[in-house]
C-alpha cells in the first residue's frame, strides 16, 4: 500500500509527462505550419472591451497586435489571423480580449448560415 504522498508524486509526475509530450507536439506542429507574414498594428487600451484579470493580455503588454498563425478547427487550413483583424476584433467589435480565431472565414459563414437556418426553421416550426 503507497501513502496519499507517494500517489500524489505519482500523479504529478504523469502530469508533468504528459504536459511535456503536449509542449513537444505543439512545436512540431509549429514548425509544420508556414510562418505568417509579419505585420503589426498598434494597440489602443482604451478602445479594448472591460476586462478584469490577474494581467493584461499579451499584445497589449507588447503595444501592438502582430499577425498570428492558427489552423482552422473546422476544414483544417493553414490561415492567418492578420494585425488589422484582431485590431477590430478587439477594438470595435469589443471582443473578449483572451480570445482568438480558430476558424477560417469560409467555415465561419458557413457556420453562421447553418445557425441562422436551424433557428429559422425552431421559428417557423413553433409558429404554427
Known amino acids: 500500500m503507497i501513502s496519499g504522498k507517494q500517489k500524489r508524486a505519482a500523479i504529478m509526475a504523469r502530469r508533468h509527462e504528459r504536459r511535456e509530450q503536449a509542449r513537444i507536439a505543439a512545436l512540431r506542429q509549429d514548425s ?3 510562418p505568417a ?3 503589426t498594428v498598434p494597440v489602443e487600451p482604451d478602445l479594448l472591451a472591460p476586462y478584469s484579470s490577474y494581467g493584461d493580455p499579451r ?3 507588447r503595444g501592438y497586435y502582430l499577425d498570428e498563425r492558427f489552423i482552422c478547427r473546422d476544414c483544417g487550413s493553414q490561415q492567418v489571423w492578420t494585425a488589422a483583424q484582431q ?3 478587439y477594438e470595435t467589435a469589443k ?3 483572451y480570445s482568438t480565431a480558430i476558424r477560417c472565414s ?3 459563414r458557413a457556420r453562421r448560415a447553418e445557425r441562422t437556418s436551424s433557428n429559422k426553421r425552431t421559428t417557423t416550426t ?3
Open 32 to 34: 509544420v505550419i508556414a
Open 37 to 39: 507574414p509579419c505585420s
Open 59 to 61: 499584445f497589449v503588454r
Open 87 to 89: 485590431k477590430w476584433w
Open 95 to 97: 471582443g473578449y480580449v
Open 106 to 108: 469560409a467555415c465561419r
Open 126 to 128: 413553433t409558429l404554427d
